[in-house]
């Protein structure tokens, strides 16, 4: 089998990152999405997290002669599609002077997905199947989901997720970690309004909008914030620090004892999160598949520690179906990340969407493949022109 063809399709919406409407959310304005083909008619679809009309160029635009200035689609047309392990490391090497983090990374992440969902067709199994075997049929979800500007809001929000039946909310971003008096309010609105035995996460971001500033929390805020949350004892606090100053998490857990801190949706490679195991105190690892470098670098993560693992999954139903897949394949496994804030875009990508049980819980997709098809048609009508 040999892969003959790399297209990405970059939808446009109207809708705004945020909090406007009763429910927030997610980057609406653009969704990009990529196709992997093969010569057997077998092709895999997969979202990619990152700027894209960027990665556009990255995907299936001309690149430059010399070796590390390639794009992904001249390096990937006419390799064997059933290796991802072995293509990943061509892909790095091809791309490796624009590339090795950020957007090339992205695309390649997109790549690696699409062909651990081909080689799992041409197996004739499930994904989790192809990716050692499952574990679990279904895990519990958890709503994603941003900070509102009031507590009443936040509250409303709050009812409305676990009358769906979740188990668990996460809030982020938001402005969150700026106001300590808000903070205070609006997480006393959320732990009332969360019935026991429900879990909360709060996810401050790394940066904040200070006014049109883009910058980083100063170390006396990040610390205000975190004595505030201690006070609610989430059941993690997320990403919180510069995703390049890795040893803040363990200087703050010297002070926090109490709190736990998951961070990963930053990190890009095997290498970055032996750094993030090495240099900080984390509890919980956090890759996101469509960015960490794929299910390539989830399954070496998966190889080199037994650390709580839940991946970030804040995006279509496609990104949930091969974090769902992955998961099920880990000895041990507490939460999935489901996008309840999901744009037009992100909702419409895929024919039928992933849905909540009455448990709490969300089936890992059965069938032969990712087990998730995408709304071809929709695609096409959402087309950037």
Known sequence: MK????????????????????EATDQGDHLLLVRVDTDEGISGWSDVETLGPVAVRVLSGRGMGALGFRTIAEELVGKDPLRPDLVWDELYVATAYYGRRGVAMHCMSAVDNCLWSIRAQAEGV?????????????????????????????????RRYVELGFRAVK????????????????LAAIRDALPAGHQLM???????????????????????????????QPYWVEDFVHPEDFGQ???FKAEFPG???AAGEQQATIWDFRRLLTESDID???????????????LALRAETDREIVTHSWLTDLLHAYSLHFLATLPSVTWVEFNVAQSELSRGACSSRLAL?????????????????????????????
């Open 249 to 251: 998490y363990r200087s």
């Open 357 to 385: 049980e009455p448990d709490g819980t969300v089936a890992v997709p059965t069938g032969i493949g990712l087990g998730v098809e995408v709304d071809e048609d929709f695609v096409r009508s959402k087309l950037n022109s």
């Open 3 to 22: 892969i003959t063809g790399v297209t990405p399709f970059l939808l446009r919406g109207d809708e705004k990152y945020g909090t406007e409407g009763a």
């Open 126 to 158: 499930d994904l989790a199947a192809a990716l050692g075997g499952r574990r679990r049929d279904r895990l519990p979800a958890y709503a994603s989901t941003l900070f509102r500007p009031h507590p009443e809001r936040n509250a409303e929000a709050v």
């Open 284 to 298: 919980v690892l956090q890759p996101d598949l469509s960015r960490c470098g794929g299910l390539t670098v989830a």
């Open 202 to 232: 709060v996810d401050p971001g790394w940066y904040v909008d200070d006014g049109g500033r883009p910058r980083t929390r100063t170390a006396d805020q990040i610390r205000t914030m975190l004595s505030i949350l201690s006070d609610f």
């Open 259 to 261: 709190l736990r801190f």
């Open 171 to 186: 809030f982020g971003w938001g402005g969150f970690g700026m106001d300590p008096g808000l903070d205070r309010e609006n």
